[in-house]
């Protein structure tokens, strides 16, 4: 395995004169913003960072990398829970600074700098009433975010992230620059598509885009005393729900602030975030439905959807403590939920909160073994994570995290999204990717033998 080793300074120069976009060191300025990345639990110090503009700086930065045998990480928003965008004392390559999004309108396509975050997404396609399938926050990256598979608001209707993919540009261990897609190096376009950032450096993603300008969204609240109710019927509604009707479940504080009413502010609640499509019977019907059982709270209203993909960016800035764990679920029976009511009767801080999204409609129109991401049967990705600004409060929130997801592991199907995984070890990796885990070692031998791209989930290259 690649270790950090010692710089010297004149090779340090070198590769720094061949950077467009910089090299950053820990004496220079720059240098401590630059290291951050968005878990304040994440303290790494790399010994370079590799400010990216262009693909030329990508591969300068991969060949140095890989001819001196340092620790590589890539950096797409920094958002990674594991801190998987950073290393300690290697180099990381950040494409932070690689942020354009170029829209064709008449083919409903997008190419995407890898160094995106989804906010950016947005902003370049809703003027012509597109978008693409992405994440609940507009700060993550687009980088990891799709090459994890990528859940969200438009999971249901249109599939997760990689099912819009159409393409990538990607820089290898050696710096060769190749366009993967389903004609060319099929094998790694199919990695890619869940593979996580195993395979290279992708320097730009290609997008197929979809007809999406305004959404009926929002959330829906029920006091605690009735969760159990709330999550059961929660449950049945999305085993009917058409495709069109995307809504997570969540336990959760009410943020004290508007537009939340403030007889609310603080108090636990559980409740579902909808985002439906504006205009769709079956919209009006399943909202209809939900709203039978009478919750506290009802925001949900029309919204151009840039507007519900950043609505909880104020309450989750970048700095905070965060700790994951997260599995993946086929059904949601009445002792799961038990379990999640009594668990969840001991939020830790007012920023923790327990997420349970749909990952059935559209997505599981493709096979299991269509793209790497393995649980096209699974019906729900839940993810339990608890957050505070505090750093006193990090056991704590760890702890609370853990004892949550361990009441209720015995229901999971087996692994957890990629994206939502911890430092947990080889197994979980496995598991994750079950039968299509050989498939990606032989993938990974012949596309970074060495390994170089390990700061990641890692897939180990098959003998
Ligand atoms: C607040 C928050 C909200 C989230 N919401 C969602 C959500 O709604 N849906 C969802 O699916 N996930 C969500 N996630 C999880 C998210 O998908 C992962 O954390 C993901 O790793 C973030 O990608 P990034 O580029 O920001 O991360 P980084 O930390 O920069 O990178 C993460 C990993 O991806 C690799 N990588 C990143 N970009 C590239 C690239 N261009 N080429 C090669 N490798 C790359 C890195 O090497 C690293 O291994 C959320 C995370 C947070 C913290």
Known sequence: MAKAIELDDRAAEELGSRLRGGLLRPRDEGYESARKVYNGMIDRRPALIARCVDVADVIAAVRFAGERGLDLAVRGGGHNGAGLGTCEGG??????????????????????????VLGDVDHATHPFGLALPMGFISTTGVGGLTLGGGIGHLTRRFGLTVDS??????????????????????????????GGGNFGVVTSFHFRLHPVSTVMAGPMLWEMDRATEAMAAYRDLMRDAPEEVNGFFAFLTVPPAPPFPEHLWLRPMCGVVWCCADGAAATDRMLGRARELAPVLDGVQRMPLPVLQSAFDPLYPPGLQWYWRADFANELGDEAIRRHVEQAADLPTPLSTMHLYPIDGAAHRVGPEDTAFRFRDARFAEVIVGVDPDPAEAERIRSWT??????????????????????????????????????????????????????????????
């Open 91 to 116: 180099l990381v390559v950040d494409l932070s600074p690689m942020r354009g999004v170029v829209v064709d309108p008449a083919s409903a396509t997008a190419g995407v700098a890898g160094g995106c």
């Open 165 to 194: 993919l159409l393409g990538a540009d990607v820089v290898l261990h050696d710096g060769a620059l190749v366009h993967a897609d389903e004609e060319h190096h099929p094998d790694l376009f199919w990695a890619l598509r869940g």
């Open 402 to 463: 853990v004892r949550y997801w361990e009441a209720l592991h015995p229901f999971s199907a087996g692994g957890a999204y990629v994206n939502f995984l911890m430092d947990e070890g080889e197994d979980r990796v496995r598991a994750t990717y079950g039968a299509n885990y050989p498939r990606l070692a032989a993938i990974k031998r012949r596309y970074d033998p060495g390994n170089l791209f390990h700061v990641n989930q890692n897939i180990r290259p098959a003998a």
